[in-house]
């Protein structure tokens, strides 16, 4: 069954520093999302691509936050700097059309210290 | 006011019993609803979709949906220990053709 790879799977950092994380969506997904969960919540949209192009990212902390998908296949999500706050799963998702469901990756956990 | 809503808290139900989880959401629009079940320290996988009023059922899993009570509800019957996870109601957002996500319902089976 085909997979939204995501790596690292786990991620400790100091605040302040910079942290990237990367998403490998299924083959010919054109939609492409990250959502960052903090525990006990549901995801929240950071950035919606379709393509290569940002269809939105209004809830992106843009100031620290940045993300990109260059070819439009695999994707990544920037953190810089880091603060404690941003401690949560940063989740990839992927799908044909949003009407049938998104498929996850394995989501990358971090921990701002 | 919240796109998604679930507001029960934990749920603890015990083996082979039927849990029901419930979801409300706000944009008359939608068309598409989705129960994701997530596992601690996992990514969240999705279990059901349903588009049309009334049942889907799968397995031991029915959802149930009301647009015109704006009412999404997830039943798990036979409740088994490994059902054990917070779900997740998901809502396409037709407009910007997106999920919106409620906070989830952690449902607990007492063995």
């Known amino acids: 069954e085909a997979e939204v790879a995501q790596s690292p799977r786990y991620k400790i950092t100091e605040k302040s520093q910079a942290v990237a994380f990367w998403c490998d969506p299924i083959s010919g997904h054109a939609t492409l999302y990250w959502y960052r969960q903090i525990l006990g919540q549901g995801p929240e949209l950071l950035v919606q691509?379709?393509?290569?192009?940002?269809?939105?990212d209004s809830q992106l902390p843009k100031d620290r936050f940045s993300a990109e998908r260059l070819k439009g296949v695999d994707s990544t999500l920037k953190i810089q700097p880091a603060e404690l706050g941003d401690s949560a799963m940063y989740l990839c998702a992927s799908s044909l059309r949003t009407s049938s469901g998104y498929t996850f990756g394995s989501g990358t956990r971090l921990t701002v210290v | 006011q919240k796109e998604v809503e679930q507001n029960s808290g934990p749920l603890s139900v015990p083996e082979g019993a039927i849990a029901s989880l419930n979801c409300t959401y706000s944009d008359r629009g939608s068309q598409s609803f989705f129960w994701y079940r997530q596992y601690s320290g996992k990514s969240p996988e999705l279990i059901m979709s349903i588009y049309s009023n009334g049942d889907k059922e799968d397995g031991r899993f029915t959802a149930q949906l009301n647009k015109a009570s704006q009412y999404v509800s997830l039943l798990i019957r036979d409740s088994q220990p490994s059902d054990s996870a917070t779900y997740l109601c998901?809502?396409?957002?037709?407009?910007?053709?997106?999920?919106?996500f409620g906070k989830g319902n952690q449902v607990v089976v007492i063995p």
């Open positions: 998901a809502v396409n957002i037709e407009g910007n053709n997106r999920l919106a």
């Open positions: 691509f379709q393509d290569e192009s940002v269809v939105d």
